[in-house]
Nanobody, 122 residues
Framework: HLVESGGGLVEVGGSLELSCVGS????????MGWFRQAPGKEREFVAV????????FYSRSVAGRFTISRDNARSTVYLQMNNLKPDDTAVYYC?????????????????WGQGTLVTVSS
């Protein structure tokens, strides 16, 4: 079970930090990722991080602006989003799977959160 928080309304160039808390399973057994779905578009990959917090990987559209991190003691994964743009407006979902490549290359993660809305105003 995953629950996201931290979404909201922000101006262009602003920052937000999303959080996702896991429960019901051993959080450190899962690679964790963030995905997003903009209005009228398909869900897309944003970032992934390994069980131990290493190997962060980002989509081209967010690389250099977003940072994924995790705290296994708190069963939480974070997404720090800086220099936000209108195209970043979307519902953001966290997802987890035991296999890093499933999160980084597919839409088939084992667990998904309910999503949190991020709106970037211009």
């Amino acid at each position: 079970h995953l629950v996201e928080s931290g979404g909201g309304l922000v101006e262009v160039g602003g920052s937000l930090e999303l959080s996702c808390v896991g429960s019901g399973a051993t959080f450190s057994d899962y690679a964790m990722g963030w995905f997003r779905q903009a209005p009228g578009k398909e869900r897309e990959f944003v970032a992934v991080i390994s069980w131990t917090g290493g190997s962060p990987f980002y989509s081209r559209s967010v690389a250099g602006r977003f940072t994924i991190s995790r705290d296994n003691a708190r069963s939480t994964v974070y997404l720090q989003m800086n220099n936000l743009k209108p195209d970043d407006t979307a519902v953001y979902y966290c997802a987890g799977h035991p296999k890093y490549l499933v999160v980084s290359t597919t839409d088939n993660a084992e667990a998904w959160g309910q999503g949190t809305l991020v709106t970037v105003s211009s």
